[in-house]
Every structure is written in structure tokens, then in C-alpha cells.
């Protein structure tokens, strides 16, 4: 069955602190990947994705994921958590064809103590 | 930058009444999606539309559910007779149709059945 696990609900890290949050799928076929994020009240806005090629690729607001195919994981990372880095945060799998539905993790929350 | 937009930011219904949500996708975008998230819960993939017809639809989407593209830029959300449980963030996404997809959501309408 296709499906997305992020193990962690809620992580909280202290401003400045590096962050890590994890990210496992199971697909039937070689998926494309996303973390999306979404600030209370808002929608979900793309922080990046991956397609092929280099498995570190990098996005919006200094966060970068890292996918590795022999664990299936796909973990998103940023060096320097700052407080505007609260909110929710869900990783993604789709298929290569258009048209076709995103599944999503249940999301893990990020609270930033200062 | 070109942004997804949805029409109402909140609706308040009561139970068995209609509902239609209103989107309008990115302009030079081709496939139109709608998804859901019950509070708490992950997001949930309804329903993919492209070229006037549906593209895939999940399980959720039932016969209470229908969706529609009435102009060259609205797409829209009709939930015929609502249910409790219908009461959910509703988002729209759309992509471009090409390859390495990426979709792209609005903000969401908030539904609350009562």
C-alpha cells in the first residue's frame, strides 16, 4: 500500500538550533517527493521537491531534504531553526504522471522555544 | 507570482444543505485537484479534473460530491447534502500538466457542518 510515515507529531527545538524532521514513504513505483509546510490559518505552501538527480536538493527559507532511496526516506533539514519556522510541516509522495493524487504524512508540528 | 485563490475563506452550513466551494487555479495550469483535512488528520486527496473530466477520484468522493469547471477560470466544489462529518479544511490545488509536476494549493476554505 502506498503511504507516507512521519514518526514525529510534535518536535521542539530551541531558535538557532539545527532541526531534522523525518520522513518515510512506501510506493509502488519511483515516486517524486515534497514537503509542503503550512503556518496556522494558512494554506500549504511548497518548501521543495525532488524528481531526480541530486538526491540533497534545496528550497525556500534555508531548509533542504536529503533522498535516500535504499531507506526510503526523504528527511527534511535546516542548519538554523528560526521562530518564524513554526508551524506544520507535511511530506508528500506523488506519482510521475500528472493528474494523479499527492499522499500525504499526518504532519509533524514545530514549536520554536527562544 | 501566480497564485491559486479560493472563495469563501470560511463557510458555516447546516446539515443537508448544498455547499459549493470556489477555486480559481493557476491560469496556464491544466489539472485541477481538490483535497481535504478534517482537523487534526492529514490531507486527503478528493479529486483530480483535467479536459472537462475527472482525471481519478478517491473513495471519498462519493455521490454527494461533484466537481465543475463552469468558465474558463473557476473550478468549483458542490457537496450536495452535507453531513457532519463533512466539516474539514477544503483545499484546491492545480498543476501545469508537463512533466515533474508540481501542484500547487490555495488557502483553503474552512467548512464547518452544523
Known amino acids: 500500500a502506498q503511504s507516507v510515515t512521519q514518526p514525529d507529531i510534535h518536535i521542539t527545538v530551541s531558535e538557532g538550533a539545527s532541526l531534522e524532521l523525518r520522513c518515510n514513504y512506501s510506493y509502488g513505483a519511483t515516486p517524486y517527493l515534497f514537503w509542503y509546510v503550512q503556518s496556522p490559518g494558512q494554506g500549504l505552501q511548497l518548501l521543495l521537491k525532488?524528481?531526480?538527480?541530486?538526491?540533497l536538493v534545496q528550497g525556500i527559507k534555508g531548509f533542504e531534504a536529503e533522498f535516500k532511496r535504499s531507506q526510503s526516506s526523504f528527511n527534511l533539514r535546516k542548519p538554523s531553526v528560526h521562530w518564524s519556522d513554526a508551524a506544520e510541516y507535511f511530506c508528500?509522495?506523488?506519482?510521475?504522471?500528472?493528474?494523479?493524487?499527492?499522499?500525504f504524512g499526518k504532519g509533524t508540528t514545530l514549536s520554536v522555544s527562544s | 507570482e501566480p497564485e491559486v485563490t479560493q472563495t469563501p475563506s470560511h463557510q458555516v452550513t447546516q446539515m443537508g444543505q448544498e455547499v459549493i466551494l470556489r477555486c480559481v487555479p493557476i491560469?496556464?495550469?491544466?489539472?485541477f485537484y481538490w483535497y481535504r483535512q478534517i482537523l487534526g488528520q492529514k490531507v486527503e486527496f478528493l479529486v483530480s479534473?483535467?479536459?472537462?473530466?475527472?482525471?481519478?477520484k478517491s473513495e471519498i468522493f462519493d455521490d454527494q460530491f461533484s466537481v465543475e469547471r463552469p468558465d474558463g477560470s473557476n473550478f468549483t466544489l458542490k457537496i450536495r447534502s452535507t453531513k457532519l462529518e463533512d466539516s474539514a479544511m477544503y483545499f484546491c490545488a492545480s498543476s501545469p500538466g508537463m512533466a515533474q509536476e508540481t501542484q500547487y494549493f490555495g488557502p483553503g476554505t474552512r467548512l464547518l457542518v452544523l
Open positions: 491560469s496556464n495550469h491544466l489539472y
Open positions: 479534473f483535467y479536459n472537462n473530466e475527472i482525471s481519478e
Open positions: 525532488y524528481f531526480s538527480g541530486d538526491t
Open positions: 508528500a509522495v506523488g506519482a510521475r504522471q500528472a493528474g494523479t493524487a499527492l499522499i
